[in-house]
């Protein structure tokens, strides 16, 4: 089905199941190490978009070949919440989102050896008041590390989003929808 090879440039997980979803097994896995810092001053859209280009970019690309690279960023207004380094930033993370209102932003970058296509996904979602109890026991439970904003919401953490628009899947870490458009488009799949 495939008729060029697919590399997948992250370790993710989600995005191997994601793209399980739609029939799609990678070649190959080649995680992307980049310095993921914003600039200074940078908004969470161009951050993400940005992060994703410099993830396809990493190492040589063959003429058979496409690079699928993806970055997924949690925003609370112009800040940018990345995946918390201990607890406690999480626990921060988690009191900050706690009864508002915030964005996922995930960007998906495939490059070919001719080509560089960008697309991204925003979905506004909002969290109910948590309690601290509730927070403590998301905690202890370890979902969050690894998780931009800290948190997941294919896991215990999905009964903290009583509202979402947008997409499920782009929040996971993979929007489908625009990935399976980018790949039809390459020649990865028919």
């Known amino acids: 089905m495939m008729s060029r090879r697919l590399t997948l440039a992250s370790a993710s997980p989600r995005r191997l199941e994601l ?17 993921e810092t914003p ?5 969470p859209r161009p951050y ?18 496409a690079i699928l690279a993806a970055d997924t960023t949690v925003a609370v207004g112009r800040r ?40 991204d996904s925003v979905t506004t979602l909002r969290f109910k008041r948590l309690e601290t109890s509730e927070i403590d026991a998301y905690l202890d439970s370890g979902d969050w590390q690894g998780k931009a904003g800290g948190y997941g919401i294919q896991g215990p953490a999905g ?9 499920f899947t782009g929040v996971v870490g993979l929007p489908v929808h625009e990935t399976a458009t980018m790949l039809r488009a390459a020649g990865v799949i028919r």
């Open 39 to 43: 600039d200074k001053a940078e908004l």
């Open 80 to 119: 940018i919440l990345g995946k918390p380094e201990d607890q406690a930033e999480a626990a921060a993370f988690l009191r900050l989102l706690s009864g508002r209102r915030h964005k996922v932003i995930t960007a998906v970058a495939l490059r070919t050896a001719d080509r560089l296509a960008l697309k």
């Open 159 to 167: 009964a903290f989003v009583p509202w979402l628009q947008g997409s």
């Open 19 to 35: 793209l399980a979803q739609i029939g799609v097994t990678p070649d190959r896995v080649r995680p992307a190490d980049i310095d």
């Open 48 to 65: 993400c978009l940005r992060m994703a280009r410099e993830k396809a970019q990493v190492g040589d690309c063959a003429a058979d070949e």
